[in-house]
T-cell receptor, first 115, second 111 residues
Framework: KAGVTQTPRYLIKTRGQQVTLSCSPI?????VSWYQQTPGQGLQFLFE???????NKGNFPGRFSGRQFSNSRSEMNVSTLELGDSALYLC??????????????FGQGTRLTVV | LAKTTQPISMDSYEGQEVNITCSHN???????ITWYQQFPSQGPRFIIQ???TKVTNEVASLFIPADRKSSTLSLPRVSLSDTAVYYC????????????FGTGTRLTVIP
């Protein structure tokens, strides 16, 4: 079956702009989580959506937001971009939220560069 | 979430067995131990998960002692394509929900 699909793969934006990233989870998966990965901070959890509801949120400013649609596809938005937002943004899907013994499947990520 | 400690990096020659140990002294009763592999510019990939004793799949083995305060990922006969960062995660939420990846171990396989 198809894996987690993230679009676009690469993106260049200017400081102050906003950006929307998209994630299509594996068919049947209802939990979608977003992570930011930078060389300095490593992989950091942004937020998780399950059945269109945000279930958990990491320690990121309000400029980072997301949503999930009824078909489980998810988008994340970053407003007023800063240079420090340059990172690889990863989306992961799993069958359930907090299900013990469930593995997470990650997409290839979107490489965002803010100039 | 229990904090984990892993070596920052390891080198190994092709064909050797590699063991990466992870410390998790504060592991809770409901916590599972999960290992992920990540190649550059790609998302992490699930390798193996266990609760206690030994788990083996087609790519790796996971050894967990009785006190569960540490675990060892064993990769048999590594090849150049096993060069990657390996993350040890501990938690009762083994799905994508709020996984804490830590710094991981960068494994370099040498020809």
């Amino acid at each position: 079956k198809a894996g987690v699909t993230q679009t676009p793969r690469y993106l260049i934006k200017t400081r102050g702009q906003q950006v929307t990233l998209s994630c299509s989870p594996i068919s049947g998966h209802r939990s979608v989580s977003w992570y930011q990965q930078t060389p300095g901070q490593g992989l950091q959890f942004l937020f998780e959506y399950f059945s269109e509801t945000q279930r958990n949120k990491g320690n990121f400013p309000g400029r980072f937001s997301g949503r999930q649609f009824s078909n489980s596809r998810s988008e994340m938005n970053v407003s007023t971009l800063e240079l420090g937002d340059s990172a690889l943004y990863l989306c992961a899907s799993s069958l359930g939220s907090g299900a013990i013994g469930t593995e997470a499947f990650f997409g290839q990520g979107t490489r965002l560069t803010v100039v | 979430l229990a904090k984990t400690t892993q070596p920052i990096s390891m080198d190994s020659y092709e064909g050797q067995e590699v063991n990466i140990t992870c410390s998790h002294n504060n592991i809770a009763t409901n916590d599972y131990i999960t290992w992920y592999q990540q190649f550059p510019s790609q998302g992490p990939r699930f390798i193996i998960q266990g609760y206690k004793t030994k788990v083996t799949n087609e790519v790796a083995s996971l050894f967990i002692p009785a006190d569960r305060k540490s675990s060892t990922l064993s990769l048999p006969r590594v090849s150049l394509s096993d060069t990657a960062v390996y993350y040890c995660l501990v938690g009762d939420r083994a799905g994508a929900n709020n996984l804490f990846f830590g710094t991981g171990t960068r494994l370099t396989v040498i020809p």
